[in-house]
C-alpha cells in the first residue's frame, strides 16, 4: 500500500486535553482582561465561600478550659460558658472575658456576621466608617472608652453600618455570595433544562417542535415580573421559592439557540454516519450534537448568568425578594436610595454589585472568544 | 511572443499570516497570459493555484494574506501596487472572475436581471432600458433558452448549469480583457460540464478574451488550454504548450499527475456468487402537498421502481447526474430513509423492519459518506470514531482488544496506528476517507454502500482509494453499492453498472458491456461528456 501523505510523529498517548480545548484555552488566555477577571472573580468567589471565616460574630477557634472549640461551624449553648440563652453570643463581653481568662479565642478578620447588629455605633445608624472617626469618638460607646479592649481594629466598620446598625462590609461579602450563588444555580438549572428541551424539539423535528414551539410561544408571553409578585405575597419568599419561580421562566432563553444548532447539525454527514452504523438516538444527541450545541449555549451563559443576579438584585430592591434580615444586594442599594445622607451605602452597594456584573461579563467576552473558530490573535 | 502580453505575473508570492506564524501558500511564480491565450493553472488542492487567481484581482483577505515579492503586470499598471480606488477599476470591468460554486456566488434575493443590470449600470453607466436590452443580449450568448422569460427569475428557479451561465454572463457584461475562471465547471455535472466548457470556449473565441483556467481536471486542461502551468505546493514546476505537457511532461510531479487517473479494471461480473443484497421495485416518493389540508395532489418520484442485485465480492455500480435519485436508492437500500418495496439482505426482507430491530443488522451494513470532511465528528479522536460502532455492536470487548481491533484496521487501510489519538482536521482529504473507510470496516461488514467517496478528492488521491477499495473487497469478499457521478471510477471498480435517470433505469447491465457499447443514447452521452468531454445534442440529456 502506497501513502503519499507524510506523517509528521507526535505523541502516541491521548493528550489529556484534546487540541481543540487547548487552542480554546489559548484563545482565553489570549484576552488578557477575560483572563484575570476570572481569576479575581474566583478568588474573591472562593473566599466568599468561606465567608463565616472571614466574617462572624463567633470566633474562628477557641479554648475554654482546656478544651478546643470551633464556634463558627458548631454551635455551643451558653450554659457551656456559664450564661443561660441557647445560643451563644461571643460579642458578649462577659461570654468573652469568661472565654479569655480560661483561654484564648481566634476572631475572624471582622466581627460582624451579616445579621449583627453593631451595639456600640458612635452616633445613630447609619454610621460612618470606622476610619472616619477619630479613637475618641469611635471607642465613646464602649463601657471603658479609649481603653476598651473590645473598640479594636477588629470592630471597626470598614464601610459603615446601615440604618439598622449593621456591618455593610460583612453584608457585602454575604450579599455577593448569595447573588452569585443563586446566579450560578439558576442558570445551571436554566441550562440543563432549556438545552435538553431545545435538543428534544431540534433533533425529532415535525410535530415534537411545532407543540413545543407553541408551547413556549405562550409561556413566555406570562409576564413574569407581576407573577413573581403575586406568588411572593402568597408563598413566603425564600432563597429556593425564588430560584423555583425564576427556573420557571428562564429555561426558555436557551432553547432557541440550543433548538437551531440542533435542527442544523442533526443532517450533518457525521450525524447521518452515526446513524448508520446505528448508534442509539440518545447517544447522537450527547456524543454528536451536544458539543456543537455547547459552544452557542456558553457564549449564552454569561449573560443569563448576570441577568438572574440583576433580577435578583432589583426584587430585593422592590422588596419582593428574599426575606428580610438576609444578606441581600438589593436592600443595600435599598438603603442607600432611603438614606443619601450615608453615601457609603449606595456606594459600597453600586461598587460591589458593578465589580461581579463587569467581571462576569469579562469572562463571558472572553468565553466567547474562546469558543469562536474563527477569532485568531496575533 | 513577439507582442507584449496581456497579464505578466512576476515572481508573485504569497503568505498568510495566523498566530505569529507565517506561511508560504504560492512561492515566486511567474507567468504569462497573451492576448487570446487560454492558460490553466493546473495543479491539487493545496497546491496555491485559487491563491495565485485571487491575487491577480487583490481578492484575498489582507492584511492576514500579503505578497512578499512580484509584480503583476496588467496593461502597464502593477495591479499589487494600485490603491482600493484604481483597481476597482480593473476588477469586474477589464478583468472578471467566475467562481466554482454557481449557488452562493448569485444573490439569492435578487432576479438574475438586477444582478445584470446592476453591473451595466455601474461600470458603464447605462440608463435602465439600454441595460435590460443588454441582458437580454449577454443571456441569449450564453445560451440561456427563452431568456425573455428568464429575466425575472431568482436563481433559485435556474439549474446549477443555468446559473453559471448567469454567472458568465455577468462576467461577460463588461467585455473584459481577460476572464479568470476558477474551477467553473467542478460542482457540475459532466454533461453540463461539456456544455459550459464549449460556451466559454466559442465566447473567448468571439470576443478575443483571455483566459485563465484554473483546474485540477487534466482533460478538461486538454480541452481548452492553449498553455499549462502546474503547480505544486505553492511553485509552479513545469510551463509550456498543452499539447507538449501531455505528450511530453518533463518534471516528475507532472508525470505523477497524468499517472494518477484510477486505472485497472475489475474482473468480470460473476453471476453464481451470492447475493447480499438485493432491491426489488424499490420507490421512494416524496408527497407534494396543497392546500390548507395539505392534501397529496402529487409525488416527487426520486426513486421510481428500481430493482438491484449485489452480490458477494461484487460491486454494483450506478451513475447518474445529480438529481437522477442514485443517492436515494442507496439510502433506501440502507435503510436510512424509508421506501416501498421489497428489500432483502442476507436472506432477510429488512424493509419492514424499525430503527432498533434494524440495529444488529447495521453491523454487515455500512455506508461511507462523499464527505470526508463532514463525515467525521470534528469533536472525537480518531480512536474514538473508528471505536464508536464497535461499543454498539461488540459491547463485550475489553479496551484493549477494542484498542487493538483499531489498530489493525488502521494498518488495514494504509494509516499509521500511532495517529489514532488524533483529530480529524489534522489529516489531508486521502487520510479522512481512509478513516471513514476504516470505521465501517472495523466491523467486518458484507455489504459497503459507498457514496461518492471519491468525489471530493484529488485525482492521484482517488486512484489511491480506488486501489484500497479494490484491495478490502478481495481480501474480505465485500458487495459494494458503489455510488458515483464519475464514470473514470465506476470503469475502475463496478462489475455491473445501473445508469439511473429521474430516479429510473435507463441502461443496466455489465460494466463492460455499458462502457464500450452503450445503448441508450442517454448513456452515450454521458460517457462522451465524462472521457471526450463533448456535449450531446440538444434534449437528451439536462441543461
Given amino acids: 500500500m502506497v501513502v503519499v501523505e507524510d506523517v509528521t510523529t507526535r505523541p502516541v498517548s491521548k493528550p489529556w486535553l484534546s487540541p481543540l480545548n487547548q487552542r480554546r484555552w489559548a484563545n482565553f488566555k489570549a484576552n488578557r482582561r477575560g483572563y484575570w477577571s476570572l481569576w479575581i472573580f474566583l478568588v474573591l468567589f472562593v473566599l466568599s465561600l468561606f465567608a463565616e471565616f472571614i466574617a462572624n460574630d463567633r470566633p474562628i477557634l477557641a479554648s475554654y478550659k482546656g478544651e478546643i472549640l470551633f464556634p463558627a461551624v458548631i454551635d455551643y449553648p451558653e450554659e457551656k460558658f456559664g450564661g443561660f440563652y441557647a445560643v451563644t453570643d461571643y460579642r458578649d463581653p462577659v461570654i468573652s472575658d469568661e472565654i479569655t481568662s480560661n483561654g484564648w479565642l481566634i476572631w475572624p478578620p471582622i466581627r460582624y456576621h451579616y445579621r449583627t447588629v453593631n451595639n456600640e455605633v458612635p452616633e445613630a445608624a447609619p454610621a460612618k466608617p470606622s476610619w472616619m472617626y477619630d479613637k475618641q469618638t469611635r471607642c465613646a460607646r464602649y463601657p471603658k472608652g479609649v481603653d476598651d479592649e473590645n473598640c479594636n481594629i477588629g470592630n471597626w466598620n470598614w464601610l459603615g453600618t446601615d440604618d439598622q446598625a449593621r456591618d455593610v462590609l460583612s453584608r457585602s461579602i454575604y450579599g455577593f455570595r448569595i447573588s452569585v450563588l443563586f446566579g450560578l444555580i439558576l442558570t445551571a438549572g436554566s441550562a440543563l433544562i432549556g438545552v435538553s428541551a431545545g435538543a428534544m424539539q431540534g433533533y425529532f423535528g415535525g410535530w415534537t417542535d411545532l407543540l413545543f414551539q407553541r408551547f413556549i410561544e405562550i409561556w413566555s408571553a406570562i409576564p413574569v415580573l407581576y407573577l413573581l409578585l403575586i406568588i411572593s405575597a402568597i408563598l413566603p419568599p425564600g432563597f429556593f421559592i425564588l430560584l423555583g419561580i425564576m427556573l420557571l421562566f428562564s429555561w426558555v432563553a436557551f432553547v432557541g439557540v440550543v433548538r437551531a444548532e440542533f435542527l442544523r447539525a442533526r443532517n450533518f454527514e457525521y450525524v447521518n454516519a452515526a446513524r448508520a452504523l446505528g448508534v442509539p438516538n440518545r447517544t447522537i444527541m450527547f456524543r454528536h450534537l451536544l458539543p456543537n450545541a455547547m459552544v452557542a449555549t456558553l457564549t449564552f451563559l454569561p449573560f443569563i448568568l448576570n441577568g438572574s443576579i440583576s433580577t435578583l438584585t432589583s426584587l430585593d430592591f422592590l422588596g419582593f425578594g428574599l426575606p428580610p434580615g438576609s444578606a441581600s444586594l438589593g436592600e443595600l442599594l435599598k438603603q442607600g436610595q432611603r438614606n443619601l445622607n450615608a453615601p457609603w451605602l449606595a456606594l459600597s452597594g453600586f461598587v460591589v454589585i458593578s465589580l461581579m456584573l463587569s467581571l462576569l461579563i469579562f469572562i463571558g467576552e472572553a468565553t466567547r472568544d474562546a469558543f469562536d473558530p474563527r477569532k485568531t490573535f496575533k | ?543
Fill in chain 2, 1 to 543: 511572443m513577439s507582442e507584449q502580453p496581456l497579464l505578466s505575473v512576476r515572481d508573485l508570492s504569497v503568505a498568510f499570516t495566523q498566530g505569529g506564524k507565517t506561511q508560504t501558500a504560492v512561492d515566486r511564480i511567474s507567468f504569462d497570459i497573451a492576448k487570446g491565450e487560454t492558460v490553466a493553472l493546473v495543479g491539487e488542492s493545496g497546491s496555491g493555484k485559487s491563491v495565485s487567481a485571487l491575487s491577480v484581482l487583490k481578492l484575498l483577505p489582507y492584511p492576514a494574506a500579503s505578497h512578499p515579492s512580484g509584480h503583476i503586470m496588467f496593461d502597464g499598471a502593477d495591479l499589487l501596487a494600485l490603491g482600493e480606488k484604481d483597481l476597482r477599476r480593473v476588477r469586474g470591468n477589464k478583468i472578471t472572475m467566475i467562481f466554482q460554486e454557481p449557488m452562493t456566488s448569485l444573490n439569492p434575493l435578487h432576479t438574475i436581471s438586477q444582478q445584470i443590470i446592476e453591473i451595466l449600470k455601474l461600470h458603464r453607466g447605462m440608463a435602465d432600458k439600454a441595460a435590460r436590452v443588454r441582458t437580454l443580449e449577454l443571456l441569449n450568448e450564453v445560451g440561456i433558452r427563452d431568456p425573455q422569460k428568464r429575466l425575472d427569475a431568482y436563481p433559485h428557479q435556474l439549474s446549477g448549469g443555468q446559473r453559471q451561465r448567469v454567472m458568465i454572463a455577468m462576467a461577460l457584461a463588461n467585455e473584459p480583457q481577460l476572464l479568470i475562471a476558477d474551477e467553473p465547471t467542478t460542482a457540475l455535472d459532466v454533461t453540463v460540464q461539456a456544455q459550459i466548457l464549449e460556451l466559454l470556449d466559442g465566447l473567448k473565441k468571439k470576443n478575443g478574451m483571455s483566459m485563465l483556467f484554473i483546474t485540477h481536471d487534466l482533460g478538461i486542461v486538454r480541452k481548452v488550454a492553449d498553455r499549462v502551468c502546474v503547480m505544486t505546493k505553492g511553485k509552479i514546476v513545469e510551463t509550456g504548450p498543452t499539447k507538449e505537457i501531455f505528450s511530453n511532461p518533463q518534471h516528475e510531479y507532472t508525470r505523477h499527475l497524468l499517472a494518477a487517473e484510477p486505472k485497472g479494471k475489475p474482473p468480470l461480473a460473476d453471476d453464481t456468487a451470492k447475493t447480499v443484497m438485493s432491491g426489488r421495485d424499490i420507490k421512494v416518493w416524496f408527497p407534494i402537498k396543497e392546500g390548507f389540508f395539505r392534501k397529496t395532489v402529487d409525488h416527487v418520484k426520486a426513486v421510481d421502481g428500481i430493482d438491484v442485485t449485489v452480490r458477494a465480492g461484487q460491486t454494483l455500480g450506478v451513475v447518474g447526474e445529480s438529481g437522477s435519485g442514485k443517492t436515494t436508492l442507496g439510502l433506501a437500500l440502507a435503510r436510512m430513509i424509508s421506501s416501498s418495496g421489497k428489500i432483502n439482505f442476507n436472506g432477510r426482507d429488512i424493509n419492514q423492519l424499525s430503527f432498533n430491530d434494524m440495529r444488529p443488522l447495521r453491523r454487515e451494513l455500512q455506508i461511507v459518506f462523499q464527505d470526508p470532511f463532514g463525515s467525521l465528528s470534528p469533536r472525537m479522536s480518531v480512536s474514538d470514531i473508528i471505536e464508536e460502532g464497535l461499543k454498539i455492536h461488540e459491547p463485550k470487548l475489553s479496551d484493549a482488544e477494542r484498542d487493538k481491533r483499531v489498530v489493525d484496521v488502521l494498518n488495514e487501510v494504509g494509516l499509521d496506528p500511532e495517529t489514532r489519538f488524533r483529530y480529524p482536521h489534522e489529516f489531508s482529504g486521502g487520510q479522512r476517507q481512509r478513516i471513514a473507510i476504516a470505521r465501517a470496516m472495523v466491523l467486518k461488514p458484507r455489504f459497503v454502500m459507498l457514496d461518492e467517496p471519491t468525489s471530493a478528492l484529488d485525482m492521484s488521491v482517488q486512484a489511491q482509494v480506488v486501489d484500497l477499495l479494490r484491495e478490502l473487497q478481495a481480501k474480505h469478499d465485500l458487495a459494494y453499492l458503489f455510488i458515483s457521478h464519475d464514470l473514470k471510477v465506476i470503469r475502475a471498480l463496478a462489475n455491473d453498472v445501473i445508469v439511473m435517470r429521474n430516479g429510473q433505469i435507463v441502461e443496466s447491465g455489465p460494466s463492460r458491456q455499458i462502457f464500450e457499447q452503450p445503448q441508450s443514447d442517454y448513456t452515450r452521452a454521458l460517457m462522451a461528456a465524462a472521457f471526450k468531454i463533448e456535449t450531446a445534442p440538444v434534449g437528451i440529456v439536462s441543461e
